[in-house]
C-alpha cells in the first residue's frame, strides 16, 4: 500500500533522510518512532505530497506520488500532528471543504459525514463555528476529515493528541478495524504503550536513518532484551538515549 525507495531529503547542508526505505502491506499498521529531529515530519510530507524529496520514490496504492500527485493524495487520509482548520467554518463546513477539493459529491459527503460526526460525538455541534472548539474536539474534526474521502492508507501523526480517555480508545480500535478492512496505517507516535498494543510492526528512525524495522518481539531480540522489556528500554538502546533518571535528576539539581 505504501512503498518508499531510496527517500532522500536535505535542507541545505542537513541530510534529513538519508535514502529511507519502507514499506507498508494492506491490513498492516506501521508505527514510526523516533526522537525530535529524526526525520519522522520530514518523511510524512514526503508521503502526503507537501515536500518533495530530492531523490527516490513514493509509492501509494501502486500510484506514483512525484509524477501524479493528485492521484495519490486522492488515496491517503492525512492527519497532521499539528491540524490547522479554518475556525470560522463549522465542521459541516469543513467536511464539505474537504469533499469538494478531492471531487466528492455533496450527497455522499452528508452520508459520511453525518456517520462521521455521530460517531465522535459531534453531531448536534456540527453547525456551530469550530472557534469555539476545545482541543479535542478539533482533533476529532480533523480525523473525520482525513477519513471523509474513504483513503486506503491512513497517516496518522500524533492522533491521539488532545483526547479523552474515551476517545483514545475509540481511535486505536478505529486503526485496527481500518487495517482489518484492508486499509494500511502509518502511525507517528511517542506513545510507546500505544505503539506495542496497536502496531503490527515498528520503524525506528533516528538522524534521518532507519535504525530498525519488525515487530516489538524481532526489535527486543535486535537488542538483546528479553521478553518482557518494556519497548521504552527498547527505543532508548536503538537510539542510544541517556538514562532518562540520570536526566531528570540533572534537570532538578
Not at 528512525?205 to 538483546?224: F, I, N, P, S, Y
Not at 521478553?227 to 536526566?247: E, N, Y
Request: aromatic residues 4%; proline residues 4%; charged residues 20%.
Amino acid at each position: 500500500m505504501l512503498r518508499l525507495s531510496g527517500l532522500r531529503k536535505t535542507y541545505g547542508s542537513f541530510v534529513a533522510l538519508h535514502g529511507l526505505d519502507l514499506t507498508i502491506a494492506a491490513g498492516e499498521i506501521l508505527a514510526l518512532l523516533g526522537p525530535n529531529g529524526a526525520g519522522k515530519s520530514t518523511a510524512v510530507k514526503c508521503i502526503a505530497g507537501l515536500l518533495r524529496p530530492d531523490t527516490g520514490s513514493v509509492l501509494v496504492a501502486g500510484v506514483d506520488a512525484l509524477t501524479a500527485p493528485a492521484e495519490a493524495r486522492r488515496r491517503i487520509g492525512y492527519l497532521p500532528e499539528v491540524a490547522r482548520l479554518h475556525e470560522v467554518l463549522t465542521p459541516w463546513e469543513f467536511l464539505l471543504l474537504k469533499g469538494r477539493l478531492f471531487d466528492l459529491d455533496d450527497t455522499t459527503i452528508r452520508t459520511r459525514g453525518e456517520r462521521l460526526l455521530a460517531g465522535f460525538g459531534l453531531l448536534d455541534r456540527g453547525d456551530e463555528p469550530m472557534v469555539s472548539f476545545s482541543k479535542g474536539m478539533t482533533q476529532k474534526v480533523s480525523i473525520a476529515g482525513a477519513l471523509i474521502t474513504a483513503p486506503k492508507l491512513l497517516v496518522f501523526d500524533e492522533p491521539l493528541s488532545g483526547l479523552d480517555v474515551t476517545t483514545t480508545l475509540v481511535v486505536k480500535e478505529l486503526m485496527r478495524e481500518f487495517a482489518r478492512q484492508g486499509g494500511a496505517v502509518l502511525h507517528c507516535s511517542h506513545l510507546l504503550d500505544v505503539v506495542e498494543t496497536t502496531a503490527h510492526r515498528i520503524a525506528v528512525l533516528d538522524q534521518g536513518k532507519l535504525l530498525a524495522c519488525g515487530t516489538a518481539a524481532e526489535l527486543r531480540t535486535q537488542v538483546g532484551a528479553g521478553a518482557g522489556v518494556h519497548l521504552d528500554a527498547v527505543f532508548r538502546s536503538l537510539v542510544q538515549a541517556s538514562d532518562p533518571v540520570a536526566v531528570a535528576r540533572a534537570i532538578l539539581g
